[in-house]
T-cell receptor, first 113, second 116 residues
Framework: AQKITQTQPGMFVQEKEAVTLDCTYD???????LFWYKQPSSGEMIFLIY??????QNATEGRYSLNFQKARKSANLVISASQLGDSAMYFC??????????FGKGTLLTVNP | GAGVSQSPSNKVTEKGKDVELRCDPI?????LYWYRQSLGQGLEFLIY????????KSGLPSDRFSAERTGGSVSTLTIQRTQQEDSAVYLC??????????????FGEGSRLTVL
């Protein structure tokens, strides 16, 4: 079974600062993928970044980077230079040998001006 | 359209009524998923389709829930005899293929169901 844990129900950050959203996971699959999605108040789920379990380097997509520490089973999302539009719910998810993504409960990020 | 389309976007119904939620995935996507998101919660997996086949229906909360997919495209999620605890946002997602842990899911904007 797969499990995703996001321990931060809410986070606050000042505009232009960096913020780290925590995610830990548990799986018995030797090969898996880790995802981060953003859900603004409008409700749509927006894909941000993907990290494969065998990828040697941490994934980066613009201002988003994924701090992947395999031994610790963590896949934290780092957002650099936060913007007001980054205020949203953020979900960590995992895909393994099965057919579905398993999601965490999410972290609500608020960016203050 | 280019994205996953869901309808209705909002549905208010009375307890005991049946509802149908529709999902039109991205053209060419063979895999289709239904998730449920209750207020302030994460996403709860309901069912997935590979083509028109639903190999695993174990995520459906009860036998009041059913889903079908026709022509490898449009899917309908049906909830019979709705209960107040069915109130949630029902999200549909599609991806190019299934069983691939690199597969990004593309989500629709969801159908918000309110059962009075």
């Amino acid at each position: 079974a797969q499990k995703i844990t996001q321990t931060q129900p809410g986070m606050f950050v000042q505009e232009k600062e960096a913020v780290t959203l925590d995610c830990t996971y548990d799986t018995s699959d030797p090969s898996y993928g880790l995802f981060w999605y953003k859900q603004p108040s409008s409700g749509e789920m927006i894909f941000l970044i993907y990290q494969g379990s065998y990828d040697q380097q941490n994934a980066t997509e613009g201002r988003y980077s994924l701090n992947f520490q395999k031994a610790r089973k963590s896949a934290n999302l780092v957002i650099s230079a936060s913007q007001l539009g980054d205020s949203a719910m953020y979900f960590c998810a995992m895909g393994g040998s099965n057919y579905k993504l398993t999601f965490g409960k999410g972290t609500l990020l608020t960016v203050n001006p | 359209g280019a994205g996953v389309s869901q309808s209705p976007s909002n549905k208010v119904t009375e307890k005991g009524k049946d509802v149908e939620l529709r999902c039109d995935p991205i053209s060419g996507h063979t895999a289709l998923y239904w998730y449920r998101q209750s207020l302030g919660q994460g996403l709860e997996f309901l069912i997935y389709f590979q083509g028109n086949s639903a190999p695993d229906k174990s995520g459906l909360p009860s036998d009041r829930f059913s889903a079908e997919r026709t022509g490898g495209s449009v899917s309908t999620l049906t909830i019979q005899r709705t209960q107040q605890e069915d109130s949630a946002v029902y999200l549909c997602a599609s991806s190019l293929r299934i069983g691939d842990n690199t597969g990004e899911l593309f989500f629709g904007e969801g159908s918000r169901l309110t059962v009075l």
